[in-house]
């Protein structure tokens, strides 16, 4: 087995991924002079980075993995399963709250259905009073500004062409002056000991601000999530938060689930 790394190690590699997630790519000569260290520690940093699943070496530096497919592609996976998470996490919201979306393509599914664009809804589209928005996502922004009775406020910053959704700290200093009742956030997998995980630390950072912020909080994921591997954990994830499926976990994943504080809900 492999050692973990020491901590001085351990806080050049932390700095290297925010880089990574920030820029999408880091230089060996850059972080040698950062860190004011030789190069050939650096690349010893990212051989080990890279090992772990965190990162792609290149030529002079690294990049990040290109593991996430863009969002229209994560659209076509399981369409019918994130649209009923959708429909569950819509049910959940009611005129005058403050409700925090998060990007993805499940979240995204829960905008079409709170816009009643569900294809598979019985019931005509839903007249909302008062109902607040706040999200970092361009196409759930889009999509609900068009509603009457939603008022949706951006959370700002550099946009991510993958994820056509703004992260970092522009973000999070404007999700900080809402009050929410309500927080949808994504994931990028649910290992079999129960984590929740994400490819990056800049959109795992935020989605976990949200979690926090909101009295109560969702995790939407679908049965593709399942026993997927990757590289952030999500956290903290706040004890009672729910975790709204397509389909039941197997069991050694969900009773590790209900150890780490997770309300399971099975959308139908």
């Known amino acids: 087995m492999s050692q973990p ?33 030789s190069r050939e520690t650096i690349r010893r940093d990212l051989k080990a980075l890279a090992g772990r699943g965190h990162l792609a070496i290149v030529h002079g530096g690294a990049t990040r993995r290109a593991d996430e497919p863009a969002l229209a592609d994560r659209q076509s996976d399981n369409p019918e399963g994130k649209a009923a998470i959708g429909r569950a996490g819509a049910r959940l919201v009611e005129d005058g709250m403050v409700v925090l979306l998060d ?13 009643g664009l569900d294809p598979s809804a019985s019931r005509e589209r839903p007249a909302w009073t008062g109902l607040t928005i706040c999200t ?22 550099e946009v991510s062409v993958g994820d056509e959704a703004a992260f970092g700290t522009e973000a999070i200093a404007a999700l900080a002056r809402f009050r929410a009742d ?15 995980t994400d490819f990056a630390l800049l959109p795992t950072d935020l989605r976990a601000r949200m979690l926090a912020s909101a009295e109560r909080a969702y995790i939407v994921a679908d049965r593709t999530k399942f026993g997927r591997l990757t590289p952030i954990r999500l956290q903290p994830i706040p004890r009672g938060t729910g975790l709204i499926v397509d389909a039941a976990p197997p069991p050694a994943m969900a009773g590790a689930l209900a150890e780490r504080g997770l309300d399971l809900v099975l959308a139908r």
């Open 182 to 196: 309500l927080a949808f956030v994504g994931a990028g997998g649910i290992s079999s000991a129960g984590e929740i």
């Open 103 to 115: 990007s993805g393509a499940t979240t995204l599914a829960l905008a079409h259905a709170l816009a």
């Open 136 to 157: 970092n996502s361009l196409p759930i922004g889009l999509c609900l500004c068009r509603i009457p009775g939603i008022r949706v406020h951006m959370l700002g910053g």
């Open 5 to 37: 790394p020491r901590p001085i190690a351990a806080r050049r590699h932390d700095e290297i991924l925010r880089r990574l997630s920030a820029d999408g790519n880091v230089s060996v000569e850059e972080m040698a002079l950062v860190f004011d260290v």
